[in-house]
């Protein structure tokens, strides 16, 4: 009987080597070929020097998911790579929906560190509450959705994590929905961004939410919302949980 071909879809987290769970590692390690968008496939060159690459641009996602299909039909394990987490704006769900037209073809998800989760490791610990993400991208989704989904995310007093805050073509993205928030949230908002975590240049930065408006933002910023309950402590933007902290006077029994 002919083995079912395979498709790993890989999230290798935010940048460097280090960032990657050992199980990413191993499947790349025993792919045939990798696949990606040009700049992860940069990432991974050296790591992984001596296995075939296949990278393409930016908005060819679709022609990426195709060549996964049509590699794992000559019988090569493929590794399709996403940045952060495959499932969080990734290629996962695109893999299962083109996977209709390939039964023959076993698809599975390697879960990776998404930039919430190591971009607030880098503030302090802002999500340490409940938390949404928003994607500012309106390039699959309308404007209107997004706005509503950050009301929403206001009215629930929700940590908000925003995804993708501005790109070449949206460079308003983050102050257009910096004004929604503020129309349910103070000026003061603890809030906080990081760009390019992982990489060399990563640059934090914890502020108000009246100055985030003004911080633009690029493709490799993620930015954090604090909720009623989040404080700036010693620098680090924190979302408390709820504990009352007591002294140990009790336990001396001094008190
Ligand atoms: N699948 C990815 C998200 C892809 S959407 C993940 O789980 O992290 C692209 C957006 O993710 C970027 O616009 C940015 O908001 C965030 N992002 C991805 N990599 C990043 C990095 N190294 N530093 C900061 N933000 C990053």
Redesign the pocket.
């Known amino acids: 009987m002919k083995n079912k071909s395979s498709i790993s879809i890989v999230?290798i987290g935010?940048?460097r080597e280090e960032f990657m769970t050992l199980e990413a590692v191993r499947a790349l390690e025993e792919a045939d070929v990798i696949v990606g968008y040009t700049v992860y496939i940069d990432l991974l060159s050296r790591r992984f020097a001596g296995k075939e690459m296949i990278s393409t641009a930016m908005r060819r996602e679709m022609q990426r998911c195709r060549i996964c299909f049509e590699e794992a039909a000559k019988g090569k394990r493929i590794a399709l790579v996403?940045?952060?987490?495959?499932g969080?704006?990734?290629l996962a769900s695109l893999m299962y929906e083109m996977g209709k037209e390939y039964p023959e073809t076993e698809l599975r998800v390697i879960a990776?560190v998404?930039?919430a989760s190591s971009?607030a490791a880098v503030l302090g610990a802002p999500l340490n509450h409940d938390f949404c993400a928003v994607s500012l991208s309106d390039h699959l989704t309308p404007w209107e959705k997004i706005e509503k989904r950050l009301t929403a995310a206001a009215e629930g007093d929700f940590v908000i994590a925003l995804?993708?805050?501005a790109s070449r073509k949206r460079q308003d993205s983050l102050m257009r929905a910096c004004d929604i928030l503020l129309a349910h949230m103070e000026e003061e908002r603890p809030c906080g961004y990081?760009?390019?975590?992982?990489?060399e240049s990563t640059k934090a930065v914890v502020c108000t939410l009246k100055e985030l408006r003004e911080a633009g933002g690029n493709?490799?910023?993620?930015v954090f919302i604090g909720n009623s309950e989040s404080e700036i402590i010693n620098g680090r933007l924190i979302t408390k949980r709820g504990y009352r902290i007591e002294r140990d006077t009790d336990l001396c029994g001094d008190n």
Not at 82 to 86: H, V
Not at 194 to 199: L, M, P, Q, T
């Open positions: 999230g935010p940048g996403c940045s952060g987490d495959a969080i704006y990734g990776g998404t930039a971009g995804y993708n805050p990081v760009e390019n975590i992982g990489r493709m490799f910023t993620t």
